[in-house]
């Protein structure tokens, strides 16, 4: 017959049916005329002839199937039977590919964010060579806590053989946001001073212009601008190559602008400025701090680099002058850039986002197991159906493939909705963006994922799906008709599965609510916590005071006492802070105190903070003992502090501290002023970078600005009301003091507070996200069983109540069932849960005895509404009409 | 017996009718076989036309519509070429096995 006929068959179907019906119908008649020849009446003939024929339907299934090609027309029609059967049930269908849309469209979101996030390669050259240098101290050894000084850097750049290139990069305090003139209008702008090799290290050019060269070290100042600060910033004028920005005291010349993909940390640095011979950073280089960053020589390991640098810096060290109170104890440390990218941009990013990645496929478990259940009850309401259609004659590779059909339409569907939830999900977190990323990390669909997790999903659909056919058509249909009804053989084995499976399902959605639980009561309570501060009501922001129109100490303080006298005029206004900085954070200073032996190293546990006389009311900060700064603690009064509890409970335990003299550094620096302690007060808790989810009280010393003068200014202004209108006025009050001031970091404390909690909130949010998913899922699936379960034994209900047991036993059997899968559930999830604390404790805050209380709450808020899902096909089953019931048997 | 050595003796039996019998409809062959072989062959239809259809798509027969004896309308079947060829193979295969199981039944 060859090719073209098989094909033509195909798209003739119905054509080729009705061939083999003639020919069949001819042999019949045929055979009756015989018959009738031989003697038999036409009757007789016909029902002889039709006997030895058999039946004509399965004959011309079977003669048809002979045909191949026309069994990919057979598929078609398998495809759109099963369409029908689904539109029959749309609660199925309709459950079964939003559960498996949940579940592949989550896992694939996550799994997609995680690889851009912590798998895709840094995007420089090189970048499993690239590495970068802390100072730890003993317990810090593997995250690195200090920045080098810069004649570390130095001494590490002519010495060094391990590496190819080294940079330094500095984000350290005094290094911030300033203005800069551009086309006569002031621009805020982030310059970051770096060496000359920064952008040879990491094998990046410039978009526009160059990067720096030989020749820009005899400039003041020379700068490569980010794109985003040239885009948004300079209006991405062509023209910038060659120009100058001005500052203060210096014309900066700009030589480049780099791409639009190239980026490094901090994210808001908006140019990077060379440090050329003639800057602080080399007059002065041990009071210049830096980050070192370096490109590894091919195959030298980090343990081998960093050996070396504490070799070479060792003696270096030892020259270093006493009274800039280096700390000598500390070794260097060469950490991986990529790993270290991530903890810089977000503590625990990596531990959270592995989380969520455990979290997802559990979702994704539970979608197929209660996909996997919908499906099995569903096959064993089909029984009867199957072996119907077995009798008349469809093989078993026949119902097989009806079935692959019906399951395959809803995986595609599933698929199809995963995908799109997987890209909506994605896309709203590159909006939201509630995460820094690491510099250059995009975060695109990953099609591997896409399809592990689409496989995944229709592997299950298939096994469910196919498994009891396969078993159900290979018994004799005689067997399964005559028994539909009892449980029997495999009906019993795939309830026991079905009930298995639904107590998988509580047991994970169980395990993720607890988790839930945990982190949303760990986030509250951090949230909730005192942070011995006001933070409503108070308007922030800084001013910086440019160092050639305010040089020393004193016109600084004046300049602030003038400041705090306008500013106290404003209507509306309680008190007007002064700080140095916000608040007192990360201990940065040793401490002497007056009369006691200390320790040979200078070691960092004190934090010293400038304020003014309102600072401590602005912000509600107590008064425990003494007094607080006022006009008398001036420049020509003796030196005053105040310390904090922490400070008076860790060096005057037990003792009055009030009188006491200390020194912010060696006891025998003659530089530095002893101070006399006039007061203490109440403690202030801030955020570490080395602990998340985590409090601490750093000893701190403050000092009376007009005794120091800081060249940086934070203001707290404490208001009545809304602090949204102050910007303006303050301003203005500003410009009225001296033109040339911008106020920056508007709202800034504020803004810390809430980024120090972002990620926390975060990953509460997506938890939180998660676990109810899982319950709905759970929950879905629970009804589904109880529905089916209820279906199958309609008879048996029928027969008990037509024997006078009444609505309430049948209903409290059912709600018990229920309950007995469900309690299994919540305990094995419970002891997963306990099981799994020990990886979360870093993320969990205020959580004592291992959480008993809060597992015992989601064990029981289970119970309670799976106990609901339960009862509404309980009451179903109650309703029922045992007369009904019985007759519809 | 297994079905797909039936199977090889139907195919056997039909290809062996058609290089008899020219062009035979479905009923004709079954008649042909019953009698020739004294009514100790009885063909199944159930089992003749799914086989015809296949031996059709092997190319071995080929098939066209025409009027039998008494006008009616019927599918008659022929060999080809390669049907013949079958045929011959068929029929070399089916003698070793019938002188196997011969050998076999006489070993006392």
């Known amino acids: 017959m060859g090719m073209w006929h098989r094909l033509t068959n195909l798209l003739r179907r119905e054509r080729v ?38 039946n004509p339907v399965t004959m011309r299934e079977q003669t048809a199937g002979a045909d191949v090609a026309l069994s990919l027309d057979g598929m078609w029609r398998d495809v759109r039977y099963a369409l029908r059967q689904l539109k029959r049930s749309p609660g199925f269908a309709v459950t079964a590919v939003l559960t498996l849309a949940l579940g592949i469209g989550a896992t694939t979101a996550i799994f997609s964010i995680v690889e851009g996030v912590l798998l895709r390669p840094l995007p420089y050259q090189h970048p499993e060579r690239l590495v970068v240098v802390w100072q730890s101290s003993a317990e810090h050894r593997t995250t690195g806590e200090y920045f080098s000084t810069y004649r570390e850097f130095e001494a590490w750049q002519q010495n060094s053989r391990s590496f190819e290139k080294l940079a330094a990069l500095s984000w350290a305090t005094g290094v911030s946001s300033s203005p800069v003139l551009w086309r006569g209008q002031p621009v805020d702008m982030l310059a970051i001073p770096v060496s000359m090799d920064f952008f040879p290290m990491l094998g990046v ?94 195959g030298v390991t980090r343990e081998a680099a960093a050996a070396e640098l504490q070799a070479i810096q060792t003696p270096v060290v030892a020259e270093a002058p006493a009274d800039e109170g280096i700390f000598r104890k500390l070794a260097p440390v060469v950490i ?60 078993r590779a026949r119902l097989v493939s009806q079935l692959m059909a019906e399951s395959l339409l809803l995986a595609a569907c599933g698929t199809a909705a995963g995908m799109a939830l997987a890209m ?36 299950a659909l298939l096994m469910f799906g196919l498994l009891p056919a396969w078993r159900g058509s290979g018994t004799d249909p005689n067997t399964v008709l005559k028994a539909y009804g009892w449980a029997q053989g495999h009906t019993v084995s795939a309830q026991r599965t079905t009930r298995t499976l639904v107590v998988a399902q509580v047991a994970l959605s169980m395990l993720l609510l607890a988790v839930a639980g945990l982190l949303a009561e760990s986030l509250w309570k951090l949230m909730a916590t005192d942070l011995g501060y006001r933070t409503e009501d108070v308007f922030t922001a800084q001013v910086q005071l440019p160092a050639h129109r305010y040089p020393d100490a004193s016109t600084r303080s004046r300049f602030a006492a003038e400041l705090t006298g306008s500013l106290g005029s404003l209507p509306g206004v309680r008190a007007v ?113 080395f602990q998340e989810m985590g409090y601490v009280e750093t000893p701190a010393v403050y000092r009376p600005i007009a005794q120091t003068g800081p060249p940086s200014l934070a203001l707290m202004i404490a208001v009545n009301g809304k602090t ?112 799994t604390m020990r990886l979360l404790h870093e993320l969990l805050y205020g959580i004592h005895a291992k959480g008993a209380g809060e597992m015992a709450a989601a064990g029981a808020a289970m119970l309670v509404v799976t106990i609901a899902a339960a009862l509404i096909p309980a009451r179903r089953a109650a309703g029922l009409d045992p007369v009904e019931t019985l007759r519809a048997e | 017996m297994p079905r797909y050595e039936l199977q090889g003796s139907l195919d056997l039996l039909v290809l062996k009718t058609l290089a008899q019998r020219e062009k035979l409809h479905g009923y004709g062959i079954v008649l042909h076989i019953q009698r020739v072989s004294d009514e100790l062959v009885c063909v199944e239809e159930g089992s003749l036309y799914p086989a015809l259809h296949r031996m059709e798509q092997s190319g071995w027969i080929a098939s066209e519509w025409a009027l039998t004896e008494t006008g009616r309308r019927a599918k008659y079947y022929r060999l080809t070429a390669a049907g013949r060829k079958q045929l011959e193979k068929a029929e070399e295969s089916f003698e070793q096995m019938v002188k196997g199981v011969r050998a076999v039944l006489r070993y006392a």
Not at chain 1, 729 to 752: C, F, K, N, P, Y
């Open chain 1, 336 to 395: 991986g850039l990529q790993d270290n990218f991530t903890w810089l941009t977000g503590r625990n990013l990596r531990r959270g986002l592995w989380l969520l990645l455990g979290a997802s496929s559990l979702i994704l478990l539970v979608a197929c197991v209660n996909v996997g259940n919908l499906l099995l009850g569903r096959s064993i309401e089909r029984a009867r159906e199957l072996a119907v259609r077995a009798a008349l004659g469809a093989g």
């Open chain 1, 17 to 54: 049916d009705a061939e083999i019906d003639e020919e069949l119908r001819a042999h019949l008649e045929m055979a009756v005329e015989d018959g009738t020849r031989a003697g038999m009446s036409d009757e007789e003939a016909r029902r002889a002839a039709r006997l030895r024929f058999g």
């Open chain 1, 205 to 298: 050019s410039a978009q526009m212009g160059r990067t720096f060269s030989q020749a820009d070290l005899n400039n003041n100042c020379t700068l490569v601008l980010s794109h985003a600060f040239w885009q948004e910033k300079l209006g991405g004028a062509r023209d910038v190559v060659g120009q100058s920005l001005s500052t203060e005291d210096s014309n900066c010349l700009v030589v480049g602008v780099m791409a639009k993909s190239f980026s490094f940390y901090p994210a808001k640095t908006a140019a990077w400025k060379l440090i050329t011979p003639g800057s602080e950073f080399a007059k002065k280089p041990w009071s210049a701090m830096a980050g070192v960053f370096g490109l590894l020589k091919p």
């Open chain 1, 724 to 835: 949204a209108d102050l910007a303006s006025e303050v301003e203005q009050r500003l410009s009225a003091i001296d033109r040339g001031l911008v106020l920056e970091d508007i709202g800034g404390m504020q803004a810390m507070r809430s980024a120090d909690l972002s990620q926390p909130q975060f990953r509460t949010m997506l938890f939180g996200g998660f676990a109810m998913l899982a319950l709905a899922l759970a929950l879905v699936g629970l009804y589904g069983v109880l529905s089916q379960m209820i279906v199958r034994r309609r008879r048996d209900i029928g027969v008990r109540m037509a024997l006078g047991a009444d609505r309430e036993r049948i209903l409290r059997s059912i709600v018990l069932q229920a309950c007995a899968m469900t309690v299994t559930g919540i305990v094995i999830g419970a002891a997963g849960a306990v099981a």
């Open chain 1, 577 to 689: 802070g002064l700080g140095s900085r916000y608040l007192p954070m990360g201990p940065t200073d040793s401490l002497s105190v007056e009369g006691r032996a200390e320790s040979k190293e200078a070691t960092a546990d004190v934090t010293e903070l400038d304020v003014n006389a309102g600072y401590f009311a602005a912000l509600g900060i107590p008064l425990l003992q003494g007094r607080l700064f006022d006009s008398g603690d001036h420049s020509k009064a003796p030196e005053v502090a105040i310390i904090n509890e922490a400070a008076a409970k860790r060096y005057f335990p037990g003792m009055n501290p009030l009188g006491h003299s200390i020194k912010l550094g060696r006891a025998d620096d003659g530089k530095l002023p002893w101070l006399t302690i006039a007061g203490v007060v109440s403690n202030v808790k801030t955020m570490t970078v």
């Open chain 1, 424 to 459: 909506g999900l994605l896309q709203w977190f590159r909006a939201a963006s509630p995460v820094e990323l690491p510099p250059g990390s995009t975060i695109t669909m990953d099609w591997c994922v896409l399809g592990f997790t689409a496989g995944v999903g229709i592997a």
